[in-house]
């Protein structure tokens, strides 16, 4: 498991003065103090602490911003546990299995041509 690494004060300041002002994902105006500094990738997905990496936000879309990382970086874990074999996976319960579908009934062979008498076809009759 990775460690957060922060961003450095130098850091921090030229992030918010490239936002000057705004957040950088819903565009608010922030009062000075106000915005938050996100990491974009996720410390614990191997982002690191580096002004490309970093942005400001409202508190709103950091909020939403952080949920949506902590779902990523559990999806992660889980798939890093099931790859390495740390995790079996969970065998499929009775409840839930697809009942099998019925064998489709197969109909006899039709013919595709049907020799036409040619009496009929002399007295008006047949196509």
């Known amino acids: 498991m990775s460690k957060r690494i922060e ?3 130098k850091d921090k300041v030229k992030i918010i003065a ?3 002002g705004k957040c950088e ?5 922030l009062k000075t103090g106000e915005g938050e500094i996100d990491h974009i ?3 614990a ?3 690191e602490a580096t002004i490309a990496n970093g942005r400001l936000l409202c508190r709103v ?3 939403e ?15 890093r546990d099931k790859a390495s074999g740390a995790v079996r996976p969970k065998s499929a319960l009775a409840g839930r299995k697809r009942p099998k579908p019925a064998p489709a009934k197969t109909l006899p062979p039709r013919a595709m041509f049907v020799p036409i008498n040619r ?3 002399a007295q008006g009759g047949g196509e």
């Open 25 to 29: 994902k819903c565009s608010a105006m």
């Open 119 to 121: 009496t009929t076809l």
């Open 18 to 20: 490239r936002a000057n």
């Open 7 to 9: 961003f450095s004060r």
């Open 61 to 63: 879309c950091h909020v």
């Open 45 to 47: 997905l191997g982002g």
């Open 65 to 79: 911003k952080t949920a949506d990382d902590i779902r990523r970086v559990r999806k992660s874990d889980r798939q």
């Open 41 to 43: 990738l996720p410390c």
